[in-house]
């Protein structure tokens, strides 16, 4: 299995670097795993896990990520919930946006929760449900989560990565080498950097959420009885 220091090599050599030194080992890896974190924002580099968390009559906000009340890695995005009672049922929870969340007009009530809003907070992400839990319940969740970036040039890509990325790292990762030590980038290597990261995207797509149309929004409505709206 390849480890980070084979992706490092492998793209060095595409802009004419056959040994990297110590110092420039150190450099790539950098470049490597920013260059991951950033592909996570378009969800280039992502999986969906299930995980649960017992919640409480306390409170309706938790926390989620390493030290939170949910002790995880830290999730992009929550894409499912649903609450399990003590007899067993399961009971939907729908993901609300932030702007519904904001018009709830009272979010102290206790009862079961039928909603939750995901605030992606850093370092700690948060779900806030909007009702205290009347009673205790297991909430179970589907999260979307980018891949562990490597820990060292001896981290191998088993580990945190699936092997049909090797590609687009080694050909991306020479780009932003080039870049960062002034060798040129031939252009046969940036063309199959942008077709494997394309590849990449295009194996991901089924995987992504579809945008709401304007239709499809959250609406939350009401009457008031004193101005007759």
């Known amino acids: 299995m390849p480890a980070a220091s084979d992706i490092i090599t492998a793209a060095s050599q595409k802009i004419g670097v056959q040994s990297p030194t110590a110092a420039q080992n150190a450099t790539a890896l950098a470049s490597l795993n920013n260059m991951i974190t950033f592909w996570g924002t378009d969800k280039l580099n992502y999986v969906v896990t299930s995980e649960s968390l017992a919640i409480g009559t306390s409170t309706a906000t938790y926390t989620i990520g390493s030290g939170g009340d949910l002790n995880t890695v830290r999730p992009i995005s929550l894409e499912?919930?649903?609450?399990?009672?003590s007899d067993g049922y399961d009971h939907p929870v729908s993901v609300m946006p932030s702007r519904a969340y904001n018009r709830l007009y009272y979010k102290s009530?206790?009862?079961r929760p039928t909603l939750g809003y995901f605030?992606?907070?850093?370092?700690?992400?948060?779900?806030?449900?909007?009702?205290?839990?009347?009673?205790?319940?297991?909430a179970y969740f589907e999260f979307t989560k980018g891949f562990t970036a490597f820990a060292s040039t001896t981290t191998t890509i088993g580990a945190t990565w699936p092997n049909e990325y090797i590609e687009a790292l080694v050909y991306n990762l020479a780009v932003s080498l080039g870049e960062d030590w002034d060798r040129k980038i031939p252009e046969t290597v940036i063309l199959h950097a942008r077709e494997t990261k394309e590849s990449i995207d295009a194996m991901n797509a089924g995987n992504k959420p579809v945008p709401k149309a304007k239709f499809d929004l959250f609406v939350r409505s009401s009457y008031n009885i004193e101005t007759d709206e």
């Open 119 to 138: 605030l992606p907070e850093f370092p700690l992400a948060k779900i806030i449900f909007n009702s205290i839990p009347n009673a205790a319940y297991t």
């Open 80 to 85: 499912e919930c649903f609450l399990r009672d």
């Open 109 to 111: 009530f206790s009862a």
